[in-house]
């Protein structure tokens, strides 16, 4: 597939390239990203080059991961967004935003767009997201955007080299109020505790 743009009410997410090499580098010194996300760390120039000129390109080019940059109208990055194919109608989200933009929306306001956009798109069925236990700025994003929080994953993310239990989350398209490409049967039991809620 073709790098798309989209667009939401205050951000653009569009593909990162060669122009951005300067300011993923820069983004990615904030101790939260590298703590957080599984990014190397250190990270150094190279690891931003191979990213914005290989990783990013191939993975749009091989369907694999779609890497948007969050971009405010004057060009100023905010924070980046991946969702990576893990299975057929299924991907999973990841995000991290720049220090001085945090707290403020951004990165909600961008999953929800990638989310409509992977269910309608890319015809996903569900949207996993996950994040290391104690990563609460990353959980209130999930649950901001709709997502459903599953439960603790015991030993389920490698960052830097240390394997640590991860929160899971799902989204599915009903939750925003699309069609799936799949039909879904819930769990017997699933429609009457809704009912009953």
């Not at 300067?22 to 990014?39: G, L, M, N």
């Not at 569900?126 to 955007?145: C, I, K, M, Q």
Request: glycine share 8%; charged share 20%.
């Amino acid at each position: 597939m073709d790098p798309v743009t989209l667009t939401t009410e205050r951000l653009l997410l569009r593909t990162v390239d060669r122009r951005d090499t300067d300011t993923v580098y820069a983004a990615a010194q904030d101790p939260d990203i590298q703590r957080w996300t599984t990014i190397p760390s250190p990270y150094l120039r190279e690891h931003a080059e191979g990213f914005v000129e290989q990783a990013v390109p191939e993975g749009w080019a091989e369907d694999a991961m779609f890497t948007f940059g969050l971009f405010l109208p004057s060009g100023v990055l905010v924070g980046m967004l991946g969702i990576t194919m893990r299975s057929l109608g299924t991907g999973e989200i990841g995000f991290w935003a720049t220090k001085e933009h945090r707290r403020n929306g951004y990165i909600t306001e961008a999953t929800r767009a990638a989310a409509h956009w992977s269910f309608t798109t890319l015809a996903l069925d569900r949207l996993e997201w996950r994040a290391e236990v104690g990563n609460t700025a990353s959980r209130a994003v999930a649950r901001a955007t709709g997502f459903t929080l599953e439960g603790t994953l015991r030993s389920a993310l490698t960052n830097n080299g240390v394997r640590r239990d991860c929160w899971m989350g799902s989204l599915l398209p009903s939750d925003l109020g699309l069609p799936s490409a799949a039909p879904y049967l819930p769990a017997a039991g699933q429609n009457s505790r809704k009912t009953a809620q």
